[in-house]
Nanobody
Framework: QVQLVESGGGLVQPGGSLRLSCAAS????????VGWFRQAPGKEREFITS????????YYADSVKGRFTISRDNAKKTVYLQMNRLKSEDTAVYYC??????????????????WGQGTQVTVSS
């Protein structure tokens, strides 16, 4: 399994932006699709977006479509999540994860086999 480390979380006001990063330890990372999930207190961990191995295909949950953008830089073994127009309901711990499945098909938590430790995002005035 590849080790993943998220960073970039923090406190932001509603309407603001944050960019999260997910850095991988192994070169095999570039052969895997990557997803971002989030988990709010008392709720299940939910899929929000994924990106294909090449970065050419991306997929989004309806709740973040048009506001969040996933991208990857395979030379840096890093995936990014740009979050714009943040809302209070975006408050959660955000996790990146890697999968051997395709980005198009990997939507469930069980589809991913490597996970980061998570980074807290709090949207509040």
């Amino acid at each position: 399994q590849v080790q993943l480390v998220e960073s970039g979380g923090g406190l932001v006001q509603p309407g603001g932006s944050l960019r999260l990063s997910c850095a991988a330890s192994a070169r095999t990372f570039i052969t895997q699709a990557v997803g971002w999930f989030r988990q709010a207190p008392g709720k299940e961990r939910e899929f929000i977006t994924s990106v294909s191995r090449s970065g050419g295909s991306t997929y989004y949950a309806d709740s973040v479509k048009g506001r969040f953008t996933i991208s990857r830089d395979n030379a840096k073994k890093t995936v990014y999540l740009q979050m714009n127009r943040l809302k209070s309901e975006d408050t959660a711990v955000y996790y990146c994860a890697a999968t051997w499945l395709t980005a198009a098909s990997a939507r469930a938590r069980a589809d991913y086999d490597s996970w980061g430790q998570g980074t807290q995002v709090t949207v509040s005035s």
